[in-house]
């Protein structure tokens, strides 16, 4: 894959463009937990917004649950 790609975000239909290797996403700070549970959850990426509220707990699992 080459360059960024203009997809659909699964969770709320918004349209968002992933940068592939690099992109944005991994500035993003979630858990391997909530990676595995986006992964199971979805088939393809989610959008910025509906990825900083899978960190924050307000989409998916709730990350509190998994400290310590």
Do not use: H
């Amino acid at each position: 894959m080459k360059g960024p790609v203009s997809k659909v975000c699964e969770a709320c239909n918004q349209a968002f463009v992933c940068g592939q290797y690099g992109c944005w996403c991994s500035q993003v700070g979630i858990t391997e937990r909530q990676m595995d549970w986006v992964e199971k959850s979805f088939k393809d990426c989610l959008c910025p917004d509906c990825l900083k509220n899978v960190g924050n707990g307000e989409l998916g699992p709730d990350p509190i649950c998994w400290s310590k």
